[in-house]
């Protein structure tokens, strides 16, 4: 479960480091009053991660899709980069609310994210979020192995048989 912390002044980019540095094994983000929300990171979560982390390593390696980033100074890149990512991913943990996750994802394309991708490993869901569409219109794909994110992603497909196993 989240814990969120609502200190007596706005949390800097350098007190979430700082947190971060202090507290291996805990995630640590910032909401946009400034607070502070906590979750564990167990190890199921963290395998998942890496997973689609690799995937999307892998395909930025083919694709090229760096222009924003190489458009930030070093300094910006150095700290937490000044901008909304185009594509968000969360995957869902088993202390994660399924309500906020998705409040989160609105949050994300209220500030420029283009796409929101939440996958649900016990449910084995996946629900796309994009741009203008209300929750309700929210893309749900049940139980797949594969998900394409085109346009967002151009040729990514989104590979789900080991973010869904339980090795």
């Keep these: 479960m989240a814990i969120a912390l609502t200190l007596p002044r706005p949390v800097t980019d350098e007190d979430l480091l700082e947190f971060s540095r202090r507290n291996p094994g805990y995630q640590f983000e910032r909401t946009a009053k400034g607070e502070l929300v906590v979750t564990p990171t167990g190890s199921e979560s963290g395998r998942r991660s890496a997973e689609l982390l690799g995937q999307l390593y892998s395909w930025n390696q083919r694709a090229g899709a ?13 700290g937490f980069a000044p901008l909304c990512p185009d594509v968000v991913f969360e995957i869902r943990s088993e202390s994660d609310s399924l309500s906020d996750i998705q409040t989160k994802m609105g949050k ?6 283009r796409l929101g991708v939440l996958v649900d490993p016990r449910s084995r869901t996946v629900e796309i ?4 569409r209300p ?3 929210v893309e749900t794909v049940q139980n797949p ?6 346009p967002e992603l ?3 497909v989104l590979d789900l048989k080991a973010i869904f196993s339980r090795d």
């Design 66 to 78: 760096r222009s924003r980033w190489e458009a930030l100074t070093p300094t910006q890149r150095q």
């Design 108 to 113: 994300y394309l209220a500030n420029g994210a």
């Design 129 to 132: 979020f994009r741009p203008m």
């Design 135 to 137: 929750i309700d219109m």
């Design 145 to 150: 192995d594969t998900v394409p994110l085109d």
């Design 154 to 156: 151009s040729r990514f």
